[in-house]
């Protein structure tokens, strides 16, 4: 059984048909890169699978449980499935050891003592053991980035997803988010990552989906859809992203 | 050249001494009349009506900081029930749940539009409409009752604009990590909407110091004397108005203070963006 199966699913934002009928899964163990042109709906794919953004047709199967059941318990579903954001979405409010603590304590109703064992091993684990004590706002955005994906883990999902988890940072600092990223590959977590970043995509990703308008075009091994791709769509895709000062005869 | 050459010629002043006159004659101005407020006034029969050193001693002895701390203590107990109330009307304001909606509002517009004095003398013939009615705690409970449902209309405003100021993202967070909406409400959204809502919800609490005066009208015994009610009565009793001028002197003491904190506040917001 998938650990994700998506079936035939659909999602409009008003008229604009964002999500047209996409069929997809994810295997246990296995790390997935989505690519696509911005507004091809990856991110929408994405916050799909533990629906923040709800469907208006299709299902969403996480470890075989149906999430769009409005009798599905979401929240429980939920815990297994980690999410880093675009933007971290750090709790500013609280401290980075905190920020890992928070839903352990309050979700999984972990001890105090319990909870922050777990986040310092975790925060240790995206090498900021010494900034366990630093509010968001005293850190940089790869630092940032890294307490995001601590806070998540912290909660031991079972699937990772990572919304353009480098989009938001300046160049000198994505290195340090993927470094992380790339070791949460080699443990075997099970990841869907939504980047921009081929070569991350061509040296971590067991398989690539590339999409386009609403639909996934191809999908296979990176040395395929990123080495070699069938579709004419995504190789004009890649000649734009790989040479972006390559211009288009016209 | 130019007509603009011309006017200086003309004027034979630069921009720069036609500024330094402008200023001379301002102040010139300002000293004359202050001259002539020096001269004309009789101090003597100010400070005898205002200021005058008996009736401030007098007004100390008579309890002037008994006035001060009940003012003190009306101003806080109606800030806390305008505080969780306001809270409930914001969260109210913006559940999904329709009937809420609408009753918030109307809550919030009517006391709004409201003078709070009317509230006041409305609470103050209830005991005469409800024969044998009586709130607990007097005379708390009916200065924080009346006070408090002015406050949380004002407060529910203020407290659902820094509940929408959160970013969508902090909620999308909490959600993903598997809490329940009431929880990453209280956990997640609550605590940041307040930070963001510090400074004018101080500036609430000024008003709310200033509006405790209106509870002279509910008819508080002697012993329940605020500041100005206080004021008033040694003042009319003394026919001079040095109490009523004392006791306004120590709102300042309070309101002063606490703009001084909202500015700083508002200094910190602003670095912080």
Redesign the interface.
Same mark, same amino acid.
């Given at each position: 059984m998938a650990l994700v199966e998506i079936k035939n699913l659909h999602k409009s934002f008003g008229s604009n048909h964002v999500l047209r009928g996409i069929d997809f899964s994810v295997e246990q163990g296995e790390v997935v890169c989505v690519i696509g042109p911005s507004g091809s709906g990856k991110s929408t794919l994405l916050r799909c699978v533990?629906l923040?953004e709800k469907p208006q047709q299709g299902q969403v199967f996480v470890r075989g449980e149906d999430i769009t059941d409005p009798d599905c318990h979401l929240? #429980?579903a939920?815990?297994q499935?980690? =999410?880093v954001?675009q933007?971290f979405?750090?709790?500013?409010?609280l401290s980075a050891l905190a920020n890992c603590t928070?839903?352990q304590r309050?979700?999984?109703k972990r001890s105090p003592a319990e909870a922050d064992r777990v986040a310092r091993a975790n925060l240790e684990r995206v090498g900021l053991s010494d900034k366990i004590d630093a509010f968001p706002?005293q850190l940089s955005g790869g630092q940032q980035q890294r307490v #995001?994906i601590a806070?998540?883990l912290s =909660?031991d999902p079972a699937l990772m997803l990572f919304d353009e988890p480098t989009s938001a940072l300046d160049p000198e600092l994505v290195g340090d988010v993927l470094t992380v990223m790339r070791k949460l590959a080699l443990e075997g977590m099970t990841m869907l990552v939504v980047t921009h970043e081929m070569a991350f995509a061509r040296e971590v990703a067991d398989r690539v989906a590339f999409m386009d308008g609403g639909v996934i075009v191809e999908q296979g091994p990176p040395a395929d859809v990123i080495g070699d791709p069938r579709e004419e769509r995504t190789r004009t895709f890649l000649r734009r992203v790989l040479d972006p000062t390559h211009v288009e005869p016209t | 050249m130019t007509s603009a050459t011309e006017t200086v010629e003309r004027k034979g002043l630069s921009p720069r001494q036609r500024a330094r006159r402008s200023r001379g004659i301002q102040y010139a101005v300002l000293v004359v009349l202050v001259l002539i407020a020096a001269v004309s006034a009789d101090w003597g029969q100010i400070v005898s009506v205002f200021f005058k050193p008996q009736f401030i001693k007098e007004a100390f002895q008579n309890g002037l900081l008994t006035a001060l701390v009940k003012t003190l203590e009306y101003t806080a107990g109606a800030f806390v029930i305008g505080l969780v109330g306001g809270t409930v009307l914001a969260l109210m304001k913006l559940s999904q749940v329709g009937p809420y909606r609408w009753i918030a509002t109307a809550y919030i517009e009517f006391f709004r539009g409201l003078p709070a004095i009317v509230v006041f003398i409305a609470f103050s013939l209830l005991p005469l409409a409800f024969e044998g009615m009586t709130i607990p705690w007097d005379p708390y409970g009916v200065v924080w009752l009346a006070l408090g449902i002015v406050a949380s209309a004002y407060m529910a405003e203020v407290i659902r604009a820094g509940i929408q100021a959160v970013p969508k993202g902090q909620v999308e967070a909490a959600r993903s990590l598997g809490m329940p909406a009431g929880l990453a409400t209280r956990k997640i959204v609550l605590p940041q909407a307040f930070r963001i809502v510090l400074p004018p919800l101080t500036n609430d609490l000024i008003l709310l110091v200033k509006d405790s005066s209106l509870v002279f009208m509910i008819g508080v015994a002697a012993d329940g004397y605020e500041l100005t009610g206080f004021g008033r009565d040694l003042a009319n009793t003394e026919a001079n108005l040095t109490p009523l001028v004392t006791a306004g002197f120590c709102y300042l003491l309070i309101t002063l203070p606490l703009g001084i904190l909202v500015r700083r506040l508002e200094a910190r917001t602003e670095r912080t963006r």
């Amino acid at each position: 059984m998938a650990l994700v199966e998506i079936k035939n699913l659909h999602k409009s934002f008003g008229s604009n048909h964002v999500l047209r009928g996409i069929d997809f899964s994810v295997e246990q163990g296995e790390v997935v890169c989505v690519i696509g042109p911005s507004g091809s709906g990856k991110s929408t794919l994405l916050r799909c699978v533990n629906l923040l953004e709800k469907p208006q047709q299709g299902q969403v199967f996480v470890r075989g449980e149906d999430i769009t059941d409005p009798d599905c318990h979401l929240d #429980a579903a939920r815990q297994q499935i980690g =999410m880093v954001f675009q933007q971290f979405n750090l709790f500013p409010h609280l401290s980075a050891l905190a920020n890992c603590t928070i839903a352990q304590r309050t979700v999984l109703k972990r001890s105090p003592a319990e909870a922050d064992r777990v986040a310092r091993a975790n925060l240790e684990r995206v090498g900021l053991s010494d900034k366990i004590d630093a509010f968001p706002a005293q850190l940089s955005g790869g630092q940032q980035q890294r307490v #995001a994906i601590a806070r998540a883990l912290s =909660m031991d999902p079972a699937l990772m997803l990572f919304d353009e988890p480098t989009s938001a940072l300046d160049p000198e600092l994505v290195g340090d988010v993927l470094t992380v990223m790339r070791k949460l590959a080699l443990e075997g977590m099970t990841m869907l990552v939504v980047t921009h970043e081929m070569a991350f995509a061509r040296e971590v990703a067991d398989r690539v989906a590339f999409m386009d308008g609403g639909v996934i075009v191809e999908q296979g091994p990176p040395a395929d859809v990123i080495g070699d791709p069938r579709e004419e769509r995504t190789r004009t895709f890649l000649r734009r992203v790989l040479d972006p000062t390559h211009v288009e005869p016209t | 050249m130019t007509s603009a050459t011309e006017t200086v010629e003309r004027k034979g002043l630069s921009p720069r001494q036609r500024a330094r006159r402008s200023r001379g004659i301002q102040y010139a101005v300002l000293v004359v009349l202050v001259l002539i407020a020096a001269v004309s006034a009789d101090w003597g029969q100010i400070v005898s009506v205002f200021f005058k050193p008996q009736f401030i001693k007098e007004a100390f002895q008579n309890g002037l900081l008994t006035a001060l701390v009940k003012t003190l203590e009306y101003t806080a107990g109606a800030f806390v029930i305008g505080l969780v109330g306001g809270t409930v009307l914001a969260l109210m304001k913006l559940s999904q749940v329709g009937p809420y909606r609408w009753i918030a509002t109307a809550y919030i517009e009517f006391f709004r539009g409201l003078p709070a004095i009317v509230v006041f003398i409305a609470f103050s013939l209830l005991p005469l409409a409800f024969e044998g009615m009586t709130i607990p705690w007097d005379p708390y409970g009916v200065v924080w009752l009346a006070l408090g449902i002015v406050a949380s209309a004002y407060m529910a405003e203020v407290i659902r604009a820094g509940i929408q100021a959160v970013p969508k993202g902090q909620v999308e967070a909490a959600r993903s990590l598997g809490m329940p909406a009431g929880l990453a409400t209280r956990k997640i959204v609550l605590p940041q909407a307040f930070r963001i809502v510090l400074p004018p919800l101080t500036n609430d609490l000024i008003l709310l110091v200033k509006d405790s005066s209106l509870v002279f009208m509910i008819g508080v015994a002697a012993d329940g004397y605020e500041l100005t009610g206080f004021g008033r009565d040694l003042a009319n009793t003394e026919a001079n108005l040095t109490p009523l001028v004392t006791a306004g002197f120590c709102y300042l003491l309070i309101t002063l203070p606490l703009g001084i904190l909202v500015r700083r506040l508002e200094a910190r917001t602003e670095r912080t963006r």
